[in-house]
Protein backbone atom coordinates (compact mmCIF):
# COMPACT_ATOMS: atom_id res chain seq x y z
CA UNK A 1 0.00 0.00 0.00
CA UNK A 2 1.54 3.18 -1.11
CA UNK A 3 0.17 6.87 -0.55
CA UNK A 4 1.04 10.12 0.59
CA UNK A 5 3.19 10.78 3.59
CA UNK A 6 0.85 12.30 5.68
CA UNK A 7 3.86 15.70 6.10
CA UNK A 8 2.55 16.20 2.03
CA UNK A 9 -1.69 16.30 3.20
CA UNK A 10 -1.91 20.28 3.05
CA UNK A 11 -4.46 19.72 6.60
CA UNK A 12 -1.90 18.29 8.23
CA UNK A 13 0.84 20.67 6.94
CA UNK A 14 -1.18 23.63 8.28
CA UNK A 15 -2.41 21.48 11.57
CA UNK A 16 1.29 21.22 12.49
CA UNK A 17 2.23 24.88 11.74
CA UNK A 18 -0.52 25.90 13.93
CA UNK A 19 1.06 23.82 16.70
CA UNK A 20 4.48 24.61 15.96
CA UNK A 21 3.23 28.50 16.23
CA UNK A 22 0.58 27.69 19.73
CA UNK A 23 4.43 26.18 21.44
CA UNK A 24 5.89 29.12 20.56
CA UNK A 25 3.46 31.06 22.20
CA UNK A 26 3.61 29.49 24.99
CA UNK A 27 7.36 28.90 25.58
CA UNK A 28 6.92 33.15 25.14
CA UNK A 29 4.54 33.56 27.62
CA UNK A 30 6.63 31.08 30.43
CA UNK A 31 9.61 32.98 29.36
CA UNK A 32 7.94 36.81 29.72
CA UNK A 33 5.46 35.89 32.57
CA UNK A 34 7.30 34.88 35.21
CA UNK A 35 8.84 37.63 36.98
CA UNK A 36 12.20 37.29 38.96
CA UNK A 37 11.54 38.34 42.48
CA UNK A 38 13.93 41.24 44.01
CA UNK A 39 16.40 40.26 46.47
CA UNK A 40 15.15 41.10 49.97
CA UNK A 41 16.40 43.99 51.86
CA UNK A 42 20.00 43.51 53.46
CA UNK A 43 19.56 42.82 56.98
CA UNK A 44 21.87 45.31 58.20
CA UNK A 45 19.26 47.98 56.36
CA UNK A 46 16.07 46.83 58.56
CA UNK A 47 14.23 48.92 60.92
CA UNK A 48 14.04 48.48 64.62
CA UNK A 49 10.16 46.52 64.07
CA UNK A 50 11.79 44.24 61.27
CA UNK A 51 15.00 43.60 63.47
CA UNK A 52 12.74 42.45 65.95
CA UNK A 53 10.66 40.71 63.41
CA UNK A 54 14.39 38.81 62.30
CA UNK A 55 14.32 37.31 65.94
CA UNK A 56 10.83 36.32 65.49
CA UNK A 57 11.39 34.69 62.26
CA UNK A 58 14.53 32.63 63.22
CA UNK A 59 12.55 32.01 66.81
CA UNK A 60 9.11 30.49 65.17
CA UNK A 61 9.60 29.71 61.63
CA UNK A 62 13.09 29.10 60.18
CA UNK A 63 13.26 25.43 61.33
CA UNK A 64 10.53 25.23 58.15
CA UNK A 65 11.13 28.39 56.05
CA UNK A 66 13.71 30.04 53.86
CA UNK A 67 13.87 33.46 54.14
CA UNK A 68 16.29 34.76 52.05
CA UNK A 69 16.27 32.25 49.05
CA UNK A 70 13.73 29.94 47.07
CA UNK A 71 14.57 26.68 48.23
CA UNK A 72 11.49 24.82 50.22
CA UNK A 73 12.64 23.69 53.93
CA UNK A 74 9.70 21.45 55.35
CA UNK A 75 7.19 24.42 54.33
CA UNK A 76 7.74 26.68 51.17
CA UNK A 77 10.39 29.85 50.82
CA UNK A 78 8.74 32.82 52.17
CA UNK A 79 10.71 35.27 50.37
CA UNK A 80 8.92 37.32 48.07
CA UNK A 81 5.54 35.88 49.93
CA UNK A 82 3.99 39.86 49.69
CA UNK A 83 5.98 39.84 46.38
CA UNK A 84 3.04 37.92 44.83
CA UNK A 85 -0.66 38.32 44.16
CA UNK A 86 -1.50 35.06 45.70
CA UNK A 87 -0.09 32.88 48.33
CA UNK A 88 0.33 29.34 47.37
CA UNK A 89 -3.09 28.20 49.14
CA UNK A 90 -4.79 30.82 46.17
CA UNK A 91 -5.53 33.29 48.81
CA UNK A 92 -4.72 36.83 48.87
CA UNK A 93 -1.00 37.72 49.82
CA UNK A 94 -2.02 40.38 52.06
CA UNK A 95 -1.50 40.90 55.88
CA UNK A 96 -4.71 39.57 56.53
CA UNK A 97 -4.52 36.05 55.38
CA UNK A 98 -0.61 35.63 56.15
CA UNK A 99 -1.52 36.78 59.70
CA UNK A 100 -4.48 34.05 59.97
CA UNK A 101 -1.66 31.50 58.93
CA UNK A 102 0.30 32.10 61.78
CA UNK A 103 -2.26 32.55 64.40
CA UNK A 104 -4.87 29.53 63.61
CA UNK A 105 -2.01 27.60 61.25
CA UNK A 106 -2.46 25.55 58.48
CA UNK A 107 -3.19 22.03 57.20
CA UNK A 108 1.24 20.67 57.88
CA UNK A 109 1.83 24.26 59.89
CA UNK A 110 1.31 24.18 63.72
CA UNK A 111 -0.87 27.36 64.97
CA UNK A 112 1.74 29.96 66.26
CA UNK A 113 -0.54 32.48 67.23
CA UNK A 114 -0.27 31.56 71.32
CA UNK A 115 3.35 31.31 71.07
CA UNK A 116 3.61 35.34 69.72
CA UNK A 117 2.53 38.39 71.93
CA UNK A 118 0.47 40.50 69.20
CA UNK A 119 3.69 42.91 68.75
CA UNK A 120 5.58 40.01 67.98
CA UNK A 121 3.10 39.17 65.43
CA UNK A 122 3.07 42.25 63.73
CA UNK A 123 6.93 42.82 63.48
CA UNK A 124 6.96 39.24 61.90
CA UNK A 125 4.69 40.53 59.26
CA UNK A 126 6.81 43.76 59.04
CA UNK A 127 9.87 41.60 58.36
CA UNK A 128 8.08 39.49 56.22
CA UNK A 129 7.53 42.20 53.92
CA UNK A 130 11.08 42.85 53.59
CA UNK A 131 11.68 39.81 51.56
Keep these: ?3 KPVCEDVGMREIAAAMTAMGV ?3 MVAATGCKKLPPPTPLDQ ?3 QQTHG ?3 YQAHCASCHNDRTNDPLNGQSLRGIFKKQYLTSGAPANDDRVMNAIIVGRPMM ?3 GG ?3 P ?3 EDLLAYMHTL
Excluded: F, H, K, N
Design 1 to 3: MQG
Design 25 to 27: ALM
Design 46 to 48: LTA
Design 54 to 56: YAV
Design 110 to 112: PAL
Design 115 to 117: DMT
Design 119 to 121: QER
